[in-house]
């Protein structure tokens, strides 16, 4: 009996463990859009782990008044959080919540951007509170005791917003997104290069491309709609790291949207039954959104966006036209 008990522990421990080893190869080279996807979820719940972590050993750690300062400030960056990246609906249960997100590739890439800064933030909170609560060391009596340092600050500290451009511009603001006047019929064609090896010469990133509604759609599962397109979550871990140009046929007066990459349609070329399925009449922009600031990635020419300004590495293809002519 005993046996038969520790045979089927070992199987079940033999089969979690190649779950695991499955997944995490899966991570280091996804292939797909709902494999990097599931990817990013995984890290993104571990960063919202981290963040409740923080938050209770700091809540533990703060004197009452401190406390609420914490509480105001935490809420603050949620609400900060959910109107920058569109986020309209409420789930009382976290997984729903999480799956819900998943289903739109470019507010998830915005989550996980603000939830990294807010990381990033919360450590900050962290060792201020360690410096101050930490002695100070014995001076001179000549010399002035400084100030104790505060265990919050006083105000609460935002997240940065998204930059919204019409063309890549490159300057010393953090440029988050890029999007395109909104359009709500006719054939469109745009390209964007993604070169990963170069991306992460700077930071690892999520980067979502492809068109997003121009107004809130009811039908959706949050009133801002459903974005379309493809979402590259560049790790350093991963084993493909080639250059690809991505090509995004726009079809608005039949609903569709055709993802290219380097000149192969793998979900059906345009003007066939496949690619995604777009809402006809509605108006939709293209957009770009990226976890991490995209100045130095356009700079060094890692990310280029071509909406027409110049020749497209491949052909337009038949019936559609540059997003944005020359």
């Not at 359009?183 to 090896?197: H, I, L, N, R, T």
């Not at 690619?275 to 991490?292: E, F």
């Amino acid at each position: 009996m005993f046996t038969q008990l520790l045979s089927r522990a070992l199987a079940t421990t033999a089969a979690i463990v190649g779950l695991a080893v499955s997944a995490s190869a899966q991570c280091q080279n996804p292939t797909t859009d709902a494999q990097r996807a599931q990817c990013l979820g995984d890290e993104l719940r571990g960063a919202d782990r981290t963040i409740n972590r923080v938050y209770a050993e700091l809540v533990k750690s703060l004197p009452p008044p401190d406390r609420l300062t914490l509480r105001d400030d935490e809420r603050a960056w949620l609400k900060t959080r959910d109107r920058t990246c569109g986020i309209t609906w409420s789930q009382g249960d976290r997984a729903t919540w999480f799956a819900d997100l998943l289903r739109d590739y470019q507010k998830t890439v915005c989550v996980v951007r603000l939830t990294n800064e807010r990381v990033t933030v919360l450590n900050g909170y962290q060792k201020a509170n360690a410096v101050a609560a930490a002695p100070p060391a014995p001076a001179p009596s000549s010399a002035p005791v400084a100030p104790a340092v505060p265990s919050v600050p006083s105000a609460p500290v935002a997240p940065s917003v998204p930059v919204a451009r019409e063309a890549p511009a490159i300057g010393a603001t953090p440029v988050y997104d890029i999007v395109s006047e909104p359009k709500s019929q006719g054939k469109w064609y745009f390209e964007v290069k993604v070169d990963p090896a170069g991306v992460l010469r700077s930071a690892e990133a999520a980067i979502f491309i492809g068109v997003t509604p121009a107004a809130s759609d009811a039908r959706a599962i949050n009133s801002g709609g459903s974005s379309v397109g493809t979402l590259q979550s560049i790790r350093r871990i991963d084993k493909n790291l080639d250059p690809q140009v991505f090509g995004f046929a726009v079809d608005l007066d039949n609903g569709r949207l055709y993802v290219g990459e380097s000149g192969a349609w793998p979900d059906g070329e345009p003007g066939s039954a496949g690619g995604n399925a777009l809402i006809q009449g509605r108006g939709y922009r293209m957009m770009l959104t990226s976890s991490v600031a995209v100045n130095e990635f356009l700079r060094s020419g890692t990310l280029t966006v071509n909406l027409g300004e110049r020749g497209f590495v491949y052909s337009v293809p038949a019936g559609y036209r540059p997003l944005q002519p020359r």
